[in-house]
């Protein structure tokens, strides 16, 4: 992963005078433009790079800066141990033991303790309470063929239930909440898409490569923007809610959104997307949950209802 990539570029140059950008590449693995990207990366962290070219050009670490490893304090130190716990999820264990290693690398003995006990004072689990089989596996291949610009194809089965074949470049993949995602640019759609991996099968990692979109950024669009798109779709709904269930729909809109309406109901504003994601959440609170506004999310709820009631209706022979 990119953390594990930068930690291990910033020890290298620690250790060494200066390296060149073609060993770096050849080292980790990767093209000269992601290793330029990852020097002004660290660059811009607030570790000076001097870069020289030339026969023995190279990337160094500033001279006056190289104060041993010092260059992290206690607290960069817990916050990149915290992280690794959030992403275990989907690295492999590998990957994991050797990254874990390198951080502790930077560790003195004598902040040792502290910083074990510090870095355990906060959980970042992103994993689901029940794990996908092959949600490590799809993260894994995927990644590499992201690192290689290998074009993939799968099976994806979308919201509305579709199942259709799709063949990508893949851009990026991310995690967000407890799902992981793949950020690619979709050649049937020719449009770059978001897709969870959850709902993928039948990965394939081809042998066909592609060249790197150009964009007036140079980067293709961020999870943030995709959110962004997510938010304007998000209306307001009020419900009526039982105290039965008010644990429940609390994880959804907060405290602060219930009120008191009578002795045994409060009101709620949900935060929802006109969509089936939407709908099934509402219809999950059963019968200790009733839309009240707006009235287009009340009437097709009840449209809903009765379908799924004359499909529970016994049949007259």
């Not at 799968?154 to 793949?182: D, Q, T, W």
């Amino acid at each position: 992963m990119k953390i594990d990539r930068l930690i291990s570029i910033i020890l290298l140059l620690l250790e060494k005078k200066k390296v060149s950008a073609r060993e770096l590449s050849e080292t980790f693995e990767v093209s000269l433009r992601t290793i330029y990207r990852d020097i002004e990366t660290i660059d811009m962290s607030g570790i000076p790079i001097i870069s020289t070219t030339g026969v023995n050009g190279g990337f160094q670490i500033m001279e006056k800066y190289k104060i041993d490893k010092n260059v992290f304090s206690v607290s960069d130190i817990v916050a990149l141990l915290r992280g690794l716990q959030g992403v275990s999820a989907v690295m492999s264990r590998e990957e994991l033991v050797n990254t874990t290693a390198k951080i502790q690398s930077l560790i003195p003995a004598e902040q040792a303790n502290e910083i074990e006990l510090r870095s355990n004072q906060v959980l970042l689990d992103l994993q689901p309470w029940k794990e996908h089989p092959k949600l490590q596996t799809y993260f894994s291949e995927i990644k590499e063929a992201v690192k290689n610009q290998q074009l993939i194809s799968f099976e994806y089965f979308n919201r509305s239930g579709h199942i259709s074949k799709r063949k990508v470049e893949p851009y990026r993949v991310m995690i967000k909440a407890h799902s992981c995602y793949l950020l690619g640019f979709c050649l049937a759609r020719n449009e770059y898409r978001l897709f969870k991996l959850v709902r993928m099968s039948d990965l394939q990692i081809l042998d066909e490569l592609f060249s790197l979109r150009e964009l007036p950024n140079g980067l293709p669009p961020t999870i943030s923007e995709f959110t962004d798109r997510m938010d304007k779709k998000q209306i307001t709904v009020k419900l009526l809610i039982h105290e039965s269930a008010r644990d429940k729909v609390i994880d959804y809109c907060g405290n602060e959104n219930i009120t008191p309406f009578n002795e045994e109901h409060f009101i709620a504003l949900l935060p929802f997307i006109d969509d089936d994601s939407g709908y099934n959440l509402i219809l999950g609170f059963g019968d200790k949950c009733e839309c009240l506004e707006p009235v287009e999310v009340r009437n097709e709820l009840i449209r809903r209802i009765e379908n799924l009631a004359r499909l529970y209706t016994p049949h007259i022979q």
